[in-house]
């Protein structure tokens, strides 16, 4: 006979909403924290872009700065890092009624 555990309910520090974000194709989230400025020189630890990450749509990421160091303190770097993504509603073109 087979028993399955129970799961511990998930806690706030590990149910994150990052939105769509899984969905969204890695190449057009690399494309999005290229156009960002230097994580270094910028000014704000946030920041958001607007993409179209082709069969995902229109996005909107949103990218935080994280800064990384290895052990002992010997090298540090700033990167940005993307934390969530929505998807972007785009408004539909009219369409002329052609029957008069």
Not at 12 to 29: C, E, K, M, W
Not at 40 to 64: F, H, I, N, P, S
Not at 66 to 77: D, L, M, P, T
Request: glycine fraction near 6%; charge should be positive; charged fraction near 25%.
């Amino acid at each position: 006979m087979t028993q399955t555990q129970d799961r511990p309910a998930p806690t706030a520090s590990t149910d994150v909403d990052n939105g769509i974000l899984a969905r969204v194709p890695g190449q057009y989230i690399g494309q999005a924290i290229q156009s960002l400025p230097d994580a270094v020189t910028a000014t704000m630890d946030e920041m958001t872009v607007e993409v179209d990450a082709g069969w995902a749509g229109r996005v909107r990421l949103k990218c935080t700065k994280h800064r990384y160091r290895r052990s002992k303190g010997k090298f540090s770097a700033t990167t940005w890092i993307c934390r969530h993504a929505e998807a972007v509603a785009t408004s539909q073109p009219a369409t002329e009624d052609s029957a008069t």
